[in-house]
C-alpha cells in the first residue's frame, strides 16, 4: 500500500478524472492528498456526454476511488 499511497502524492498539482465506486467519475487537479483522502480543485463530475462543474473543492474519501487516470496536457482545460 505503500507504493500507492506515495504514487498518488507524485501526482498532486496534475489533471486527473477519479473513477469511484457506484460509477461516477471526478476530473479536476488533484490539489492535496492525504491518508484517508483527496482534494480536488476546479472539479466537474463527468456524465454521458457531458459534466457538470463542481463548486468550492471535491474532498473525495480514498476508499471511494477504484482507479485514478492521468490526464495528458493536451486533454487539460483551464
Not at 468550492?56 to 493536451?74: M, N
Given at each position: 500500500?505503500r507504493?500507492t499511497s506515495?504514487?498518488?502524492e507524485?501526482l498532486?498539482r496534475?489533471s486527473?478524472?477519479?473513477?469511484?465506486d457506484?460509477?461516477?467519475?471526478?476530473?479536476?487537479?488533484?490539489?492535496?492528498?492525504?491518508?484517508d483522502?483527496?482534494?480536488?480543485r476546479?472539479?466537474?463530475?463527468?456524465?454521458?456526454?457531458g459534466?457538470?462543474?463542481?463548486?468550492?473543492?471535491?474532498i473525495?474519501?480514498?476508499?471511494?476511488i477504484?482507479w485514478?487516470?492521468?490526464?495528458?496536457?493536451?486533454?487539460?482545460?483551464p
Amino acid at each position: 500500500m505503500r507504493k500507492t499511497s506515495r504514487l498518488i502524492e507524485t501526482l498532486a498539482r496534475e489533471s486527473v478524472v477519479l473513477h469511484l465506486d457506484g460509477d461516477e467519475s471526478l476530473k479536476g487537479i488533484l490539489y492535496e492528498v492525504y491518508e484517508d483522502s483527496v482534494v480536488l480543485r476546479h472539479a466537474a463530475s463527468l456524465w454521458d456526454g457531458g459534466e457538470t462543474k463542481v463548486d468550492g473543492d471535491a474532498i473525495v474519501p480514498r476508499q471511494r476511488i477504484l482507479w485514478l487516470q492521468r490526464l495528458g496536457e493536451a486533454e487539460v482545460t483551464p
